[in-house]
């Protein structure tokens, strides 16, 4: 227990708050990565339990996510404290309230995860969130000053060894290794890594050993990312005539009708032929056989490898609903005679899974997308992935679920310390922007800090260039490396980031200022 004569801060503080800044980043930090992806779905709780209450954490809560759930609140009790130093509590009231704001904010934050289905609530984080305040508080009571000097000396030390030329040549530097990285990551996801031996199955994949029961009416498959506005008829809607599908199976007619393109050989049942051949409303697949090409299809995949993109179109209606002993197998696949596949669309109970192969998602099973609900019943359903090089869409029974799964630069760095989730993808790659752009506002808001009001202009206007360049730089690398089609999107987000790195680097100078003229 830490007492009150034990701790003994400076009555001196620093000229320069830092209370703002840290208060600002812990909180930004705890609302993203616990709120994230901010999807809300208000619905009334099983059994009728009270939100209010919260209950147990169904997730194992081992001793690494205890410690990650303190660490995560240290900065805001550490911010905290000194907020209220400068205020003149003392340190008995610093601690409680660190304690007590901590908490709250935790429960409040849980209570809220009730109601994102992607996260999990309960009492084990409130109670570890708290006494990461507690512990941020009692850090800044002992050791506060000391680093808060160090970070005003570290800030003027800054300002004052970034002269014009310097600042030019470490922007650059630091743009070199990021932009650098950054396509060395988006590399990861490219289709480089699939296998040229797999065959085209519809019904199971190259083992047999994961067969489907149900009908699939016809399937389209494109060397690129396509769109549509309405994918309830065989040819979706919206989609260039010029854009003709590799792969176009109509299954209202037999089956050993070939796509027109011979980009794959005939289809063939293995391992025989049913008594009836013909395609009666669609292809039957009662799980004993199924279609395969037999042969390899070398030439689809070299040319879904050679533009990165792809979009494969199915209408099918399953056998097998939610709770069946059987619905479960591969609706469609590209896959090796071991059942190692480039692409597979499967049935898992009432869950639609899509998966295709990256050097990123090979490395990771977790990175499979699973739908909720599609298969609850026996109804037809009609499916559109479409893929661009980083961001691969669904359009369902013409209409687009509100989870993207991109697959950028972030995704593969994220990689490196955990486990990556398809609920969070597009959150990685937010963490990453932040990490490029984000830091160099913040260094052009310390610079800032040190020069006259002319100097400051100057320094602004050539932020905003440096930003507005940068981002454009960085989207075109992206672009190149991906094949996607470029976004204004990642570079609003590229240069917000950055406007709001300077903000947040003046934040407490501002308050300082205006405390003064009080």
């Known amino acids: 227990m830490i007492s ?3 701790i003994r801060p400076s009555s001196n503080p620093p000229a320069l708050s830092w209370s703002n800044r840290i208060l600002l980043l812990g909180l930004a930090g705890i609302l993203f990565l616990t709120l994230y992806p901010f999807r809300f779905n208000f619905h009334v709780l099983p059994n009728s339990a009270s939100p209010l209450l919260l209950g147990k954490s169904l997730k194992r809560v081992s001793v690494v996510d205890a410690l990650l759930n303190i660490l995560l609140f240290v900065p805001l009790g550490f911010g905290l404290a000194e907020k209220l130093r400068e205020r003149g509590k003392s340190a008995r009231s610093v601690l409680l309230g660190a304690l007590a704001v901590g908490a709250l904010l935790s429960y409040t934050i849980e209570f809220l995860q009730l109601y994102i289905p992607e996260r999990d609530s309960g009492w084990e984080d409130v109670f570890t969130n708290g006494s990461g305040s507690l512990v941020g508080a009692a850090f800044y009571l002992l050791t506060g000053d000391y680093f808060v000097r160090v970070f005003n000396s570290t800030q003027q030390s800054l300002a004052a060894h970034f002269t014009t030329r310097r600042l030019a040549i470490g922007l650059t530097t630091y743009f070199i290794f990021w932009f650098g990285l950054a396509a060395l990551l988006q590399t990861q996801t490219r289709l480089s890594n699939w296998k040229l031996d797999a065959m085209l199955v519809l019904g199971n994949d190259g083992s047999g050993s994961e067969p489907w029961r149900g009908q699939i009416q016809a399937l389209q498959i494109w060397d690129r990312a396509v769109q ?8 979706p809607h919206g989609i260039a005539q010029s854009m003709a599908p590799l792969v176009d199976y109509d299954f209202s007619t037999p089956l050993d009708v070939s796509t027109e393109s011979k980009f794959v050989p ?8 049913p008594a009836e051949t013909a395609a009666r409303g669609g292809l039957s697949l009662d799980g004993n056989q199924w279609v395969s090409t037999k042969a390899d299809v070398v030439n689809l995949i070299e040319s879904l490898r050679k533009t990165n993109q792809f979009a494969l179109h199915v209408i099918c209606t399953p056998a097998d609903a939610a709770g069946a002993a059987d619905a479960y197998g591969r609706i469609v696949s590209i896959s090796d005679s071991t059942g190692t596949a480039d692409i597979t669309l499967r049935q898992e109970d009432a869950n639609l899974v899509f998966w295709f192969r990256t050097p990123l998602a090979a490395k990771h099973a977790q990175l499979a997308w699973y739908v909720p609900g599609v298969f609850s019943d026996h109804r037809q359903r009609d499916i559109l992935y479409s893929y661009d090089g980083s961001k691969l869409l669904l359009t369902l029974d013409g209409k687009r679920p509100r989870l993207n799964y991109r697959l950028g630069p972030g995704t593969q760095l994220a990689r490196i310390v955990r486990n990556v989730k398809p609920s969070e993808l597009a959150g990685y790659n937010y963490i990453f922007y932040a990490l490029v752009f984000f830091v160099v506002g913040a260094i052009f808001g ?10 400051n202009r100057r320094i602004f206007t050539t932020m905003v260039m440096v930003l507005l360049s940068s981002a454009f730089l960085l989207e075109f690398i992206l672009v190149g490396v991906s094949g996607r089609t470029s976004s204004f999107g990642h570079v609003a987000l590229s240069f917000v980031l950055g406007i709001a790195g300077f903000l947040w680097a003046r934040v407490d100078e501002t308050f300082l200022v205006q405390g003064d003229a009080r």
């Open 4 to 6: 009150k004569q034990s």
């Open 228 to 235: 549509a506005d309405d994918a309830s008829s065989t040819i």
């Open 266 to 273: 005939n289809l063939t049942w293995v391992p025989h032929a």
């Open 446 to 455: 310390l610079v800032r800090l040190q020069v006259s009001t002319a100097t």
